[in-house]
């Protein structure tokens, strides 16, 4: 057999000879200091370095590295590397003889490492590989390289050196590793023509930075990964962190030389195999040469560093080395999470109620938080029970993403200079035996029982999977002994089944009864021995950015809105409540007997400031969804354009106007723009008088038309009630047309005599007749009061016999709130000469209008100006306009006939167990809920609608009460409202009127 260059000794020339060869040959001169080297002899030789080959070398293999050389001249002529003196490689006896420029700077293993040396390591290797790309040369393919780590299976049969024991062991883990997780990848490898030995020796350093790489002698044609593989094998040596080490390495690496995901998954790997293979080569070639003391002296750190690397899970270090090169840490992360945020995943409730609407209390574990200064789980567990009922809470939350103090214990420490103290998961705290329910369909992965102090406890782990197949995983932690047998791994789950139930302290860990819940993209787990059914619940703070890829917040699911989680004192009731009473007039009222801080809308939902979701079943000005994004972006984009008064031509006001006057039956076409209902009912007034001559008015008992001192007089819901001064005399009531209650029932020709009779006192009074009857479509004050059929009809004739003009006020009940119609004195079949508009308008933005005839609108005309200054602003008129595009592209009339239809049906049903019930009402989504003490007497329950109101506000569902005796439950939410939003108000109402009517339920 041929020697090898590993099996035949140094060569060992003499200073003189070295000398002489260096002036004879290279003309070279200068001081001689040896350096070292494992197989050749290497003189530094004045600014050279004399280098004689070991007799067993190929000429080949240094025809090799001068290539290579030259090639990286042309290609990155300013990385520092050796330069070959003439004449090249000569024969010197058997030795092949060559002379290269001598690199200053000093070992990088003989000078401190900071990060932004590794930091500049990384670059110079990732420019070795920019500048090596497209360089071959037959002498690479060396396929017997002993080094080659591409072969690194070749070393087995060197473990025969190696005591057994524990060193043993690990060169046989990592070796083993290599066959699982690298072999298997080979093929899809890139290859290159690498340096493949930038050991610690071979980098120099000079003023902090890598100033040049030496000993090009194990360059050959492998796997491209290898040479970031090699260099992280020394540049990790003894370091504090290899985690934040590595990256910085890697950092810089991949700044000048991508790499690819499966060369990321595996580079550690091939850092752990290196070591393992220089600990086997190492301790074989020092059985052959005992005197070689070269070959030991990196055994010890390597040996360390190779059982840190294997004491960690090859997955995170896959992970942590994405991260560091930019990508996103987990390659699955990304999709996973787009499917938790898609519509097709509906995550059920983890806890008996709905979490989102629930009182909650969040709480921090974080250093010196009041939650941490309890001496067990019993007195926290006490003090938390405490918090809940202060806040009317149902459950204690803990942060995801918070750095804590209550995890001690060696499973918080690893090899990273700081324990694992950032929670990966949310608690939420609630009374032990509570069951807990699967959030997702899935598959149980495991049941395990980690009884261990400070951890879980029993522990269900369930596998599920996204739209195209990705699996991921959801923790249960800290749950009861029951648990253990209430599901078995294997098992199909669906959505809401019962999983296990909440732990106590005794069982869980020690802790105050609460269920750990996180994600997990990857389980990492150990491809020899599975996945154990545990999982860090906690990662170290300095690595939070791979484990937040792994362990995404589980709010993904919990849904709990982000306000949870941010600091809300300035918005507690009990600082805005003395403020808004200092501040604002005693007559402005507060909806519910606990008042509530609204932070935020969307869609049907509500926000308080705790986070808390209110399903608002109340607002009809939110029209279509609290901060519909059409509106707005069309506001801000208008705003952010022009905002000012009409007295320039501008296209909006026009387009929008003739828009609106679209949706209305002829002749109805000429529109005003006011700035709310008021203002608009307030000119419908001065329209009529002004076109009539006349004063007095004719309106509806109950009814409401708005905040100014001329509506005020024509509304008996105000001058009727609390402080009012009572009906004026320009103003003739006529009787409010209730089916349900009125005289007439649902006869609403007889009904609208009533219209008559004021019309008539109107004229007795004034000698003319009244200017205008007014009517909203549907009572809305009144009880949410349905007239009954033809009584519209019959009215406008009684007042337009008497001279006046019928106003409608469509301010509650417009733009297809009703359902059947967009607007809702359609469904009476009549066409009147002035409606007003306000309210659902503009979504929340103040506006309102007046639309009427192009007789009245010119006989209002009389030489008096009608100037309103901010009355169709663009800014105004682009919200009325994105408005109506919402309606129609959403189809949102016809959402709140069938959502509308459905309540009435919901709400017959209930009433067929709620004798409370005594009349269900409505039209679309404007409905009401007549509550009786009798059904007989039809007596109104007052005080039970305001119960019921205030205990629904209790479980996160918003509803109002009306009426001339405040017992009609109002229901007139956002008409984006949908069966399943229905579901939850019927649900509540059920449970709410049961519990009222049974104070012990
Ligand atoms: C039927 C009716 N008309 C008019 C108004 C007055 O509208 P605004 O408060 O926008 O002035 C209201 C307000 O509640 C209303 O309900």
């Known amino acids: 057999m041929q020697p090898t260059v590993f099996d035949s000794p140094r060569p060992a020339f003499s200073d003189d000879e070295v000398r002489r060869l260096a002036a004879d040959t290279f003309g070279i001169s200068g001081a001689l200091r040896h350096l070292d080297s494992e197989r050749d002899q290497n003189v530094q030789v004045g600014d050279h370095v004399m280098k004689i080959a070991n007799v067993a070398e190929e000429p080949a293999a240094l025809e090799l590295q001068h290539a290579a050389l030259a090639h990286l001249a042309v290609t990155d002529p300013t990385l520092l590397l050796p330069r070959v003196a003439p004449p090249g490689i000569v024969r010197h006896g058997h030795h092949l003889v060559r002379a290269v420029s001598y690199l200053p700077g000093a070992p990088y293993a003989t000078v401190a490492h900071t990060p932004a040396l590794r930091h500049s390591l990384g670059r110079f290797v990732g420019r070795l590989s920019k500048g090596l790309q497209g360089f071959g040369h037959p002498a690479a393919h060396k396929s017997d390289f002993l080094w080659n780590l591409d072969q690194a299976q070749a070393v087995r049969p060197m473990l025969a050196d190696l005591d057994s024991g524990d060193d043993r062991e690990v060169v046989e883990a990592a070796l083993h590793r290599h066959q699982q997780r690298v072999v298997p990848l080979l093929p899809a490898l890139r290859g290159a023509v690498v340096h493949h030995d930038a050991n610690d020796y071979n980098v120099l350093v000079h003023d902090g930075t890598v100033s040049g790489l030496i000993d090009f002698g194990d360059m050959l044609f492998a796997r491209q990964v290898n ?42 790997d091939l850092t752990a195999t290196r070591l393992a293979m220089s600990v086997a080569i190492s301790l074989h070639r020092s059985r052959e040469f005992p005197d070689n003391s070269y070959l030991m002296v990196s055994q010890a750190p390597a040996l360390r560093l190779l059982r840190r690397l294997m004491g960690m899970r090859p997955e995170f270090l896959h992970f942590a080395a994405r991260e560091a ?29 709905d979490l989102r609407r629930a009182g909650r209390v969040v709480i921090s574990l974080a250093e010196g938080a009041p939650a941490t200064s309890f001496a067990g789980p019993v007195e926290s567990w006490e003090w938390m029970q405490a918090q809940m009922d202060a806040a009317g809470a149902q459950v204690v939350v803990g942060r995801y993403d918070e750095d804590r103090s209550c995890y001690a214990g060696e499973q918080f420490r ?44 029993p522990t269900v782990v369930l596998r599920h999977h996204t739209g195209d197949g990705t699996p991921f995983w959801v923790l249960y932690g800290h749950l009861s002994r029951r648990t253990l047998t209430t599901v078995t791994p294997g098992q199909a789950v669906a959505a809401g089944d019962v999983v296990g139930f909440i732990g106590d302290h005794t069982v869980n860990g020690g802790w105050a009864p609460h269920v750990h819940l996180q994600i997990m993209t990857d389980l990492m787990a150990d491809p020899d021995k599975g996945f154990d059914g545990n999982f860090e619940g906690a990662g170290e703070p300095s690595r939070m950015a791979i484990w937040k890829a792994i362990v995404p917040d589980v709010n993904l699911l919990l849904r709990l809105a982000p306000e949870t989680f941010a600091d809300h004192t300035a918005d507690e009731p009990t600082i805005l409540e003395p403020r808004r009473r200092a501040d604002l007039g005693p007559s402005l009222s507060t909806s519910y007997r606990d008042h509530l801080s609204i932070v935020r809308g969307e869609g049907v939902w509500l926000y308080d400031h705790t986070g808390r979701g209110y399903l608002d079943c109340v607002n009809n000005v939110a029209h279509v969804g609290h901060s519909h994004p059409h509106v707005v972006a069309a506001i801000a984009r208008q705003a952010a354009l022009l905002n000012t008064n009409t007295r320039y031509l501008h296209r909006t006001i026009l387009d929008y106007a003739e828009r609106l006057a679209a949706t209305f039956p002829d002749p109805l076409r000429v529109v005003y723009f006011t700035n709310s209902g008021s203002e608009a009912n307030e000119l419908a007034l001065r329209i009529a008088r002004t076109v009539t001559g006349r004063h007095d008015i004719v309106a509806v008992d109950w009814g409401y038309h708005g905040n100014t001192n001329d509506l005020v007089e024509i509304s008996a819901y105000k001058f009727n009630r609390k ?36 019309c008539s006192a109107a004229t007795a009074r004034n000698g003319a007749g009244p200017a205008a009857f007014i009517a909203e479509s549907i009572s809305g004050c009144g009880g949410q009061v349905v007239f009954p059929d033809g009584y519209l009809a019959a009215a406008y004739e009684h007042a337009r016999a008497a001279g006046a003009v019928c106003i409608a006020d469509e301010v509650q009940v417009g733009f297809g709130r009703a359902g059947s119609a967009m607007w809702a004195f359609e469904l009476q079949g009549v066409v009147p000469d002035i409606v007003t508009l306000g309210k659902p308008i503009g979504n929340g933005h103040p506006l309102g209008a007046v639309i009427t005839t192009p007789a009245l609108a010119a006989a209002f005309a009389n030489g008096m100006e009608w100037f309103n200054t901010f009355g169709g602003n663009p800014v105004s008129c682009a919200a009325g306009m994105a408005v109506l595009d919402v309606i129609e592209q959403e189809g949102l009339q016809a959402r709140a006939l069938d959502t509308g239809t459905y309540l009435l049906q919901r709400f017959h049903e209930l009433a067929t167990r709620h004798d409370a019930i005594g009349d269900v009402r409505g039209h679309g989504l404007y409905l009401g809920i007549d509550l009786v003490t009798d059904r007989d007497t039809k ?48 649900a509540e109402l059920d449970r709410a009127l049961h519990e009222l009517k049974d104070p012990t339920k």
Not at 234 to 263: C, H, K, M, P, W
Not at 966 to 982: E, G, M, Q, S, Y
């Open 414 to 457: 690893t090899d990273a200079p700081e324990p694992r103290s950032v929670h990966t998961g949310i608690d939420l705290f609630i009374t032990d035996g509570t069951p807990v329910h699967a959030m997702l369909p899935g598959t149980v992965e495991t049941v395990v029982d980690n009884a261990y102090e400070y951890d879980y406890g």
């Open 939 to 986: 007596a109104p329950a007052t005080a039970l609608a305001a119960d019921v109101a205030n205990l629904l506000r209790d479980r996160g569902v918003l509803v109002s009460t009306d009426g001339p005796h405040d017992n009609v439950l109002k229901i007139k939410p956002p008409i984006v409202l949908t069966r399943d939003h229905a579901d939850i108000l019927c």
């Open 227 to 268: 040479e970031l593989a090699v260099t992280l094998a020394y540049a990790l040596l003894d370091t504090n962190d290899l985690v934040a080490a590595g990256r910085d390495v890697i950092s810089g690496y991949t700044a000048e030389f991508a790499l690819t995901d499966d060369e990321l998954r595996v580079v550690y």
């Open 325 to 353: 090169a930019g990508f996103s840490p987990v390659p699955q992360r990304d999709r996973i999470v787009a499917w938790l945020q898609s519509p097709e995943c509906q995550p059920a409730d983890v806890l008996p109620f």
């Open 723 to 758: 402080g009012g001064a009572g009906k004026p005399p320009h103003v003739h009531l006529a009787d409010l047309p209730d089916p349900y209650r009125g005289a007439h029932g649902s006869d609403g020709p007889a009904s609208a005599a009533s219209v008559a009779s004021a």
